[in-house]
């Protein structure tokens, strides 16, 4: 039996999931992980649309080309079933493909809640959150590291069957016809949803407060290291070590149109990475020089960038004359030699100190990301003559230029830098 505590005023509540009747269909039970997001939509209509258009709705391999092309080197075909990495389950499900994952499949097109990756009943299945160290140093991943509910889970929770806030909603979804199937079942064990309701669907929600808290992404964003130890992705490490208090859901679930976003925006996301670097361009000239300053300011209690190791951006600087011809800029190809400090990166390498994909990495290389809140100033000295204006871009690549040659086959928009920040200075 799982339970939660809660405090309400001075009285402290226990609640246990089995204490719910479990989700229904056509009035037959049905494991709650199996429930595709389509059931969700004929009621939470705009949710239902932000996540479908989010990362977490494409994240198997078999719309993510990205994840997609990684699962298919390193794992295998995502519509077969029994495909191991290296004889094991592999861990990528846990995260990619929870719902598969609690059933122990590989073959993610067998089910829609499989397909559909990180859906509803995903998230609002995590219980108690309890960190990815596991016993004896063995890390914990993706949904290993909550206690899994079998009924939904969400921020508030109803008074079941009872106290003014149940009846309220109750009135007011029965007055409009459209029942609220989270308040599950009546003293005579009828289901609250009506014969004709849309789906015959009886789904009785807990309230589970630490979803409002970095403790309902934690499990999947907190870490990752690949077979020798080495970190790919660590948001959930940076920000715990930030100290911040701010919650992720601040910034990626803010609420507009009196619905919690859930589009969940990242490198992905172009208006979400235009928020996330604050710059500044200064100048001032020392005879026939001109001494710039480009400032770079972090808002987040995470690196920029961060998550998956290959995430990378670069700064532009251009000095054009009156005309708008470019006279002078950082550099010609790629900053990565020509003007290291403007390359924001994390390498990997391997034990000839050569940089290597993320399965094969032996350590870390150089990491130039911008670190939670860090202010970091860029200076230059250039030739002034004719110099009219100077131009500061900040670019954002989802992928290393090296990936961007191998991956060919990915779609275009995938390959080309996104400009997240920018600013001109008229002289
Ligand atoms: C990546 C995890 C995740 C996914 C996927 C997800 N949710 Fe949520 N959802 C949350 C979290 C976390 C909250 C709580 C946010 C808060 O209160 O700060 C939440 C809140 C909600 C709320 C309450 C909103 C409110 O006004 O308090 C509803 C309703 C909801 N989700 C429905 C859905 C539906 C429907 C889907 C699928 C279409 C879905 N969620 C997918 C994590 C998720
Ligand atoms: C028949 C309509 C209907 C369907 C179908 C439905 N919901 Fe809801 N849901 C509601 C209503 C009504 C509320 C309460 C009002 C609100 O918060 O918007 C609610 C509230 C919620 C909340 C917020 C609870 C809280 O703690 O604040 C979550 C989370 C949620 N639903 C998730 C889901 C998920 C996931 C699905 C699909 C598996 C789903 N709902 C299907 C009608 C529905
Ligand atoms: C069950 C695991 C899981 C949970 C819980 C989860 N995520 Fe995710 N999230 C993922 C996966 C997997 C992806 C990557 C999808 C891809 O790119 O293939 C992702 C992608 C994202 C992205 C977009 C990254 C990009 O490439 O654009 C953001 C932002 C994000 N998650 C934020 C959150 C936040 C905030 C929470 C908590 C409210 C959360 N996630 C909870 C698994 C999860
Ligand atoms: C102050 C706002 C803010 C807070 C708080 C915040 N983020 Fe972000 N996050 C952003 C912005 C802006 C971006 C886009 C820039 C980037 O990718 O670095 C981003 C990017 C991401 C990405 C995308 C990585 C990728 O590979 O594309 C993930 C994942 C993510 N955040 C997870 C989290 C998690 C988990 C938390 C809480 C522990 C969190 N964020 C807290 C603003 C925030
Ligand atoms: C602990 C959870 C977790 C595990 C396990 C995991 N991933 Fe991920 N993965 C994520 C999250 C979260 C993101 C998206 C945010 C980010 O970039 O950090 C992601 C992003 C990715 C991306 C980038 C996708 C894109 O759209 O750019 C690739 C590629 C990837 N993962 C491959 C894999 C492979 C292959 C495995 C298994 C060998 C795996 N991951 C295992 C959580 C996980």
């Not at 995502?78 to 929870?98: D, F, I, N």
């Not at 679930?253 to 990242?266: D, E, K, L």
Request: aromatic share 6%.
């Amino acid at each position: 039996m799982r339970c939660l505590l809660g405090f309400l005023g001075a009285a402290a509540w226990v609640l246990c999931s089995s204490g719910l009747s479990a989700a229904q269909l056509d009035g037959k039970p049905v494991p709650i992980h199996r429930i595709s997001a389509k059931h969700c939509k004929e009621c939470h209509q705009d949710i239902y649309r932000q996540w479908k258009g989010s990362m977490h709705a494409q994240s198997t391999a078999l719309s993510d080309p990205i994840h997609g092309a990684f699962y298919r080197m390193v794992v295998g075909d995502p519509t077969q079933e029994g495909v191991t990495k290296g004889g094991k389950y592999p861990v990528c499900l846990k995260c990619h493909a929870p719902n598969a994952a609690r059933d122990g499949t590989t073959k993610l097109d067998a089910a829609p809640a499989y397909a559909e990756g990180v859906n509803c009943v995903a998230c609002h299945t995590l219980g108690t959150y309890h960190g990815i160290q596991g016993p004896e140093g063995k890390m914990r991943l993706g949904i290993d590291t909550w206690t899994l509910s079998d009924t939904l889970l969400g921020p508030n929770g109803f008074f079941h069957e009872q106290g003014e806030a149940a009846q309220r909603l109750r009135v007011e979804y029965e007055e409009s016809g459209d029942l609220n199937p989270h308040l599950g079942r009546d003293n005579q064990g009828k289901p609250y949803m009506s014969e004709e309701d849309v789906q015959d669907l009886d789904l009785p929600l807990a309230p589970n407060p630490e979803m409002k808290t970095a403790a309902a992404c934690l499990g999947c964003h907190d870490r990752r290291n690949n077979p020798h130890g080495v970190s790919l992705c660590q948001t959930g490490d940076e920000y715990l070590e930030g100290g911040s208090r701010e919650t992720c859901q601040s910034c990626h679930m803010p609420v507009a149109g009196g619905v919690v976003n859930h589009a969940m925006g990242g490198g992905h996301d172009l208006a979400m990475l235009r928020r996330a670097v604050k710059l500044n361009l200064h100048a001032q000239s020392q005879g026939n020089q001109l001494q710039v300053e480009v400032v770079l300011e972090n808002l987040q209690p995470h690196n920029v960038p961060t998550g998956a190791p290959f995430r990378n951006a670069y700064l532009k600087l251009s000095a054009l004359d009156a005309s708008g011809k470019v006279l002078w800029t950082n550099f010609q190809v790629h900053p990565a030699k020509e003007d290291p400090q403007a390359f924001l990166v994390y390498t990997l390498l391997n034990d000839q100190d050569q940089p290597a994909p993320p399965p094969k990495a032996t350590k870390p290389g150089m990491d130039t990301r911008l670190k939670p809140f860090e202010r970091r100033t860029l200076s230059y000295h250039l030739p002034a003559e004719g110099v009219d204006s100077l131009r500061a871009e900040l670019y954002y690549n989802l992928l290393w230029p090296a990936l961007v040659k191998k991956l060919k086959h990915l779609p275009e928009a995938l390959k080309q830098p996104k400009r997240m920040a920018w600013q001109e200075l008229k002289l």
